[in-house]
């Protein structure tokens, strides 16, 4: 069974930094992609940020220069660097691994920008 559990949330006062992490366990094959997307109350869940398999990454316009994102060489792990961070990026932060076989999900992780 595939598990995804994030961890690096907290509160932060704005312009502050956060790492956001997540690690997958369980049986995980063809990676499509790894990605963090967000949802804050009353609001969508959005996609933040993903890296496919070949390296490529991408990035909603609102984090674009401000948030990076990587993974680990085992490719079982996905980071989430958040800097120069705003009130507006105020939201819960899921992980998410799109395979072939299946679509998996974190539990989430606050992230609350505020001073």
């Known amino acids: 069974q595939v598990q995804l559990v994030e961890s690096g949330g907290g509160l932060v006062q704005p312009g502050g930094s956060l790492r956001l992490s997540c690690a997958a366990s369980g049986s995980i094959s063809s990676i499509i992609s790894m990605g963090w997307y967000r949802q804050s109350p009353g609001k969508q869940r959005e996609l933040v940020a993903v890296?496919?398999?070949?390296?490529?990454?991408s990035f909603a316009d609102s984090v674009l220069g401000r948030f990076t994102i990587s993974r680990d060489d085992a490719g079982t792990t996905v980071y989430l660097q958040m800097n120069s961070l705003k009130p507006d990026d105020t939201a819960v932060y899921y992980c998410?691994?799109?395979?072939?076989?299946?679509?998996?999900w974190g539990r989430g992780t606050q992230v609350t920008v505020s001073s």
């Open positions: 998410n691994i799109y395979t072939r076989m299946g679509d998996y």
């Open positions: 890296i496919f398999a070949v390296g490529s990454r």
